[in-house]
């Protein structure tokens, strides 16, 4: 990858945004928080689009409600062909985080997170997308 410089005119109140996310995100200058910007425009853009993208859906629920325990995993079985791997983790005596590794297009990966966040009774459920490409 080759790197080209540009100059780059930004109203003050945007550019002390621009200064705020550098620090706040321990950035270390603005071309990388402009570059990590850029990144993310491109990656949700692909979320509209039948291009290849991977993810992870974060699922936490109480274990001891086994309904909802044979839910989600015949829900990971209906979609098998999306999930790379999954990983359980016990937080507490009810409580549990499941990881999901997804890849397929974003299209698929939506519905697949709606239909995680259509099982009634999970605590939580975020669905996290990047692309291939960066």
Known sequence: MSMRRFGVSLDEEVL??????????????????????????LVEQKWNSDEIVVGAVIVVYDHSMQELHKAVNALQHDYNCLILSGQ??????????????????AK???????????????????????????
């Open 16 to 41: 002390n945004h621009l200064d705020n996310m550098v620090e706040r995100e321990n950035l270390p200058n603005r071309s990388r928080a402009i570059s990590y910007l850029v990144n993310k425009n």
């Open 88 to 105: 359980h983790i016990h937080l507490d005596a009810h409580n549990c985080l499941e990881v999901i590794t997804v890849k397929g297009t």
């Open 108 to 134: 698929k990966l939506i519905k697949l997170f709606r239909k995680y966040k259509g099982i009634k009774g999970l605590k939580s459920v975020e669905l996290v997308m990047s692309g291939t490409d960066n």
